[in-house]
């Protein structure tokens, strides 16, 4: 560590001729006067205190040292050019593999991973940006933190014996929404109808059913928002949301009668998330109950039966054809 009085004129090309307090045995009588020019020269230049540190060990305000120190033509140097820096030390070889481990695998915040390694929490955030480490929303609600439901499970419990999906979310103590959430992220058919029968196709898609959708089609088109196919959890389908802009929400909610529960599997960005940028951009919503344009015009077009079904979309699996037949209905969207 470099000494705190190492002089400024010991720097080639600046060296300032000495002055006569450097001497042992010169002048002390003008240490008792804060405004001598020399004397604050002194300080400056051979000692390298600061004007801040002038300032207080003279009792002169700092911006009259500054002047002083200006009217005697001493050179004065950038802000924190002269401030000591810590050493800079390499990261361990295994902190990437850390951060990862206690990020990712654990779920734990940065608050709590400053805690653990007893590093800063800022240096914490800066490192998992160094790693390229995905960073989380800050928030309580975050998509990431949504509780899921396997598709194990909804194979076992929804698909092949037939239960409702509010009586799948009491069986796993969650529910009814995060269920449906569930199902249409990672491709699981969903039944549609209702406790009344009408006509239309039993089971719904979602994912598949909005990337086969003309309008939707073409808005996804005309604004370069991408297909990511089902199979995952909304987070791990869009690690980086859709951004929302007024033209793209306007022409999915309203040009195309999506629902916001429609527009997340979209964009990535979850239903409440639209529904506030909607309110703050003064987008109107429609009248809430019955089922959205999207979901009637779906039903419309697929009413006549498998013959009149569009051809799998291009994230279609084979898989879904070989589940087995719903048994119950109940699940309208």
């Not at 470099?2 to 450097?22: E, H």
């Not at 240096?123 to 998992?128: F, K, N």
């Not at 959708?213 to 808005?219: N, T």
């Not at 979209?266 to 344009?293: D, E, K, S």
């Amino acid at each position: 560590m470099l000494d705190c009085a190492l002089a400024v004129a010991d720097v080639p090309g600046d060296k300032a001729p000495p002055c006569r307090f450097c001497d042992p045995g010169g002048a002390t009588t003008s240490m008792q006067d804060g405004t001598d020019p020399d004397w604050l020269a002194h300080l400056y230049q051979c000692r390298g205190l600061s004007t801040y540190s002038i300032g207080s060990l003279t009792g002169v305000d700092r911006q009259r040292v500054t002047r002083v120190l200006r009217k005697a033509q001493v050179r004065l140097q950038p802000r924190g050019a002269g401030r000591l820096r810590p050493l800079r030390r390499d990261d361990p070889p295994d902190l990437r593999q850390l951060l990862t481990t206690l990020y990712q695998a654990w779920r734990l915040g940065s608050p709590q991973i400053a805690e653990v390694t007893g590093m800063p929490e800022r240096t914490v955030r800066d490192r998992l940006r160094r790693y390229g480490i995905a960073v989380r929303t800050r928030g309580r609600c975050n998509r990431e933190d949504r509780r899921t439901v396997p598709a194990e499970v909804l194979d076992d419990l929804y698909t092949r014996m037939g239960l409702t999906a509010d009586e799948v979310a009491r069986r796993l103590g969650t529910n009814r929404n995060a269920v449906l959430r569930s199902a249409h992220a990672l491709g699981v058919p969903v039944r549609a109808g209702g406790a009344i029968p009408v006509q239309g196709p039993e089971e719904i898609e979602l994912v598949l059913a909005l990337y086969a959708d003309p309008l939707i089609a073409a808005v996804l088109d005309a604004r370069d928002v991408p297909r990511v196919p089902p199979g995952a959890a909304l987070w791990q389908r869009f690690p980086d949301p859709v951004p929302l802009t007024v033209p793209l929400v306007k022409d999915l909610y309203w040009g195309c009668g999506a629902g916001l529960t429609h527009i997340e599997p979209l964009t990535g960005q979850p239903a409440m998330t639209v529904r506030g940028f909607m309110r703050r951009a003064g987008i109107p919503l429609r009248h809430p109950g019955g089922r959205t344009p999207f979901l009637r015009r779906w039903r419309t077009g697929l009413a006549d039966g498998p013959a009149d079904r569009p051809p799998p979309g291009p994230f279609q699996d084979a898989s879904h054809a070989e589940r087995a037949a719903p048994t119950k209905r109940g699940d309208a969207q």
